[in-house]
């Protein structure tokens, strides 16, 4: 279905008392991308005319994001929310795409224990956990650059070049890797694009990594996404662009920064820990094998 202008509005703001009540935000951007309109399946509950349960499916993704008011929880709405989406998949009547899918999950930002209870009551497990991770930018200044390698912002023409790295840097990551010019353009349409703050690498044989800096709040910052290419990796690139982008952060004003990354990857979690940044907290994506929602 296609949300009207007045659920996606009932929705943001369904998320910002469930962010006041919890002290995390249950839709992360790529689902507020959904509510403006990318493609994805919505489900809504709702009480007297007000939408106070939404649960969002991913199909490309196989996950989903649910959240329930904060004074309309424990009275099923989240459970039937996500049985609805069980059944939808079951069915293949109903035709709900992803319903070819193995594994399907729900993410929990944050990891609060509501949220651990309902995952639990509804026989999902943890399978994945992003750490989020975060900093202080006092004292961030530009790194010294390797030898043959130049550092610039974004301009326009780099497109190509930035989303054929961006896939070739995330091939092992559903929802990085997956971005194309559309996602693309939708994130340069975003209030907070700065091409200053998408900082290319460039070395003798083009471009060798990027990092892409966000700066959505005045005093917190965000390594949005970080990558190099195959032909580079090993050489301190990424630790370069990482210094780099932090030094563009703190330029920019920002006090503070975050970044979210998947625990199984050691290599870049190394990274950051290496340049100063503890764990602030964990999402975690709980999951189901489909056959059992037969
Ligand atoms: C998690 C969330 C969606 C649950 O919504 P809800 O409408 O309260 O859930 P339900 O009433 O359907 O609960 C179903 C079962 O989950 C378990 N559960 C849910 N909340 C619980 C809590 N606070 N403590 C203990 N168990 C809980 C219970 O087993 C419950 O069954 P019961 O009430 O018969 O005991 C809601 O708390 C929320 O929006 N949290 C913030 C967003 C979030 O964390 N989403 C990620 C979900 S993985």
């Given at each position: 279905m ?5 659920q ?12 006041s009540?919890?002290?995390f935000?249950?839709?992360?951007e790529?689902a507020?991308?959904a ?7 919505h489900?809504?509950a709702e ?6 349960g ?5 199909p490309?993704f196989?996950?989903a994001q ?9 009275r099923?709405?989240g ?11 079951a ?5 709900l795409?992803?319903a070819?899918i193995t594994?399907?999950?729900l993410?929990?930002f ?19 956990t ?13 790194p ?8 610039r912002?974004f301009?326009p023409?780099?497109?190509?070049a930035?989303l054929?790295l ?25 209030d ?7 900082l ?9 990594g990027?990092?892409w800096?966000k ?13 190099t ?5 090993g050489?301190?690139?990424g ?10 952060l703190?330029?920019a ?17 190394r ?9 602030d907290?964990?999402d ?11």
């Amino acid at each position: 279905m296609n949300l009207t202008s007045s659920q996606a509005e009932q929705i943001l703001a369904l998320a910002d008392r469930a962010l006041s009540a919890d002290g995390f935000a249950p839709l992360n951007e790529e689902a507020r991308f959904a509510i403006a309109g990318a493609p994805a399946e919505h489900l809504l509950a709702e009480q007297d005319g007000t939408v106070v349960g939404y649960l969002q499916w991913r199909p490309d993704f196989g996950t989903a994001q649910v959240v329930v008011d904060p004074h309309y929880r424990r009275r099923g709405l989240g459970g039937a929310l996500v049985e609805q989406l069980i059944e939808g998949l079951a069915d293949s009547d109903l035709e709900l795409p992803g319903a070819d899918i193995t594994e399907w999950g729900l993410w929990s930002f944050g990891d609060l224990p509501a949220a651990r209870e309902f995952a639990a009551a509804l026989g999902l497990r943890p399978s994945r956990t992003l750490l989020v991770m975060r900093r202080s930018l006092a004292g961030a200044s530009a790194p010294e650059l390797p030898a043959g390698l130049t550092i610039r912002g974004f301009r326009p023409g780099d497109q190509d070049a930035l989303l054929s790295l961006n896939a070739e840097a995330f091939a092992e990551h559903p929802e990085q890797g997956a971005l194309d010019a559309d996602g693309l353009a939708q994130r340069m349409a975003e209030d907070w694009f700065d091409p200053d703050g998408l900082l290319l690498a460039f070395d003798a044989d083009g471009l060798a990594g990027f990092h892409w800096t966000k700066l959505a709040e005045p005093l917190l910052g965000e390594v949005y996404v970080i990558g190099t290419a195959s032909r580079v990796r090993g050489r301190g690139y990424g630790r370069v662009l990482l210094d780099a982008g932090l030094a563009h952060l703190a330029a920019a004003g920002a006090t503070e920064v975050v970044l979210y990354v998947d625990s199984s990857e050691q290599i870049p979690v190394r990274m950051y820990e290496g340049a100063g940044f503890t764990i602030d907290h964990r999402d975690l994506l709980y999951t189901r094998p489909a056959q059992e929602n037969r």
